[in-house]
């Protein structure tokens, strides 16, 4: 039925940091949206990979997007 499965918002939630241990290699979350990365040791690589949950308001309750 499109009245009951209708997803009306998405939003951004809850935060992790995650670091990259060697070159180009980060690891992916599932329900994770990137939202930014930091270098902070000076060699002009990425170190650490900042990430939220992706959620969807339906039927009344907020749900992280591998359940969706």
């Known amino acids: ?3 009951v499965n209708r ?14 241990y060697y070159q180009n290699v980060g690891h992916e ?3 994770y949206v990137v939202t930014g990365v930091v ?8 170190d650490n990979i900042q990430m939220r949950a992706l959620q ?3 039927n009344g309750q907020w749900i992280n ?4």
């Open 1 to 3: 039925d499109a009245q």
């Open 7 to 20: 997803i009306y918002e998405i939003r951004l939630a809850g935060y992790i940091e995650g670091k990259v």
């Open 29 to 31: 979350r599932a329900g």
């Open 39 to 46: 270098e902070n040791t000076g060699d002009h690589f990425v």
């Open 56 to 58: 969807f308001h339906r």
């Open 65 to 68: 997007t591998p359940f969706a």
